[in-house]
């Protein structure tokens, strides 16, 4: 099989590929009418196409993408996507679908749960609090293949803890291009009650910007400053008497909304 793929994708590192694709073209290379990009417009592939061990390093990615593996059909224009399984890192990812060569893509995609520990350790990212638990993936990608547009769920698998904080469920809906991040939704639910909801965007160009809102609704304001605290801090604070009234001081129900721009 081919040692290389364009510089833009990245380079097989190893692999196997087991094909049989007949290529005809019709009038040579030339400009879509559609798109500013260069195909052969009358390309029909016929065929399919197996590979197997495939390890992939993109120049994008600090990891390699690794144990790739699944089955094409070329009919015509359209690359049919049976099943492709892969790695990154120790993120597993399973992914299904069609590839048009003027139409763009038609792909889903699903990773199954994986921890945060593992999350932060194959991207590199870091949390300034700590955090446990796990979260699953579901993602769609629609657009032209120089233009790809990436839209996916993120849910939590099992009870989440943020710096000492138990949510119960947490999950968002996101969908992102080549310029920009929108947040559609993102809902957390503590476990001692009420909840936390927002949205925004963040642009991903040369002058990256932030547009957030969050909305919470319902915190039970003592029983969350007792879980972020230490028990010595917590219980010198929540004891605190109102020298008006004598009684202990009480946050009561949290409700706020907040910008960050």
């Excluded at 015509?76 to 492709?84: L, M, R």
């Excluded at 991207?123 to 790809?148: C, H, M, R, W, Y």
Aim: hydrophobic share 40%; net charge positive.
């Amino acid at each position: 099989g081919a040692s290389y793929l364009p510089q833009d994708l990245g380079t097989i590192e190893e692999g196997y590929l087991n094909s049989e694709i007949n290529v005809r073209l019709a009038g040579g290379m030339g400009t879509n009418a559609r798109s500013s990009q260069v195909f052969a417009p009358d390309v029909a592939l016929r065929g399919d196409a197996r590979v197997w061990n495939v390890a992939l390093q993109s120049a994008r990615l600090p990891q390699p993408i690794s144990d790739l593996k699944g089955q094409f059909l070329f009919e015509g224009e359209t690359i049919n996507i049976k099943v492709i399984r892969a790695r990154y890192g120790d993120i597993r990812a399973i992914a299904s679908g069609r590839l048009h060569l003027q139409d763009g893509y038609n792909i889903v995609a699903d990773i199954p749960s994986v921890s945060v520990k593992k999350i932060f350790a194959t991207t590199g990212l870091e949390l300034p609090v700590k955090t446990k638990g796990a979260f699953e993936s579901q993602i769609k990608v629609t657009g032209k293949l120089d233009n790809p547009l990436i839209a996916g769920t993120l849910t939590s698998t099992q009870s989440l803890v943020v710096d000492r904080v138990r949510f119960n469920t947490i999950r968002a809906r996101m969908r992102a291009t080549t310029e920009s991040l929108e947040i559609n939704t993102v809902e957390a639910f503590p476990k001692v009650g009420g909840s936390i909801t927002g949205s925004g965007q963040i642009g991903l160009g040369d002058r990256p910007d932030l547009n957030l809102n969050i909305i919470a609704q319902e915190l039970p304001g003592d029983a969350i400053l007792r879980q972020l605290l230490n028990k010595r801090t917590a219980s010198s604070i929540l004891d605190l008497k109102d020298p008006a009234t004598g009684k202990p001081l009480k946050l009561g129900t949290v409700n706020s909304n907040i910008n960050i721009t």
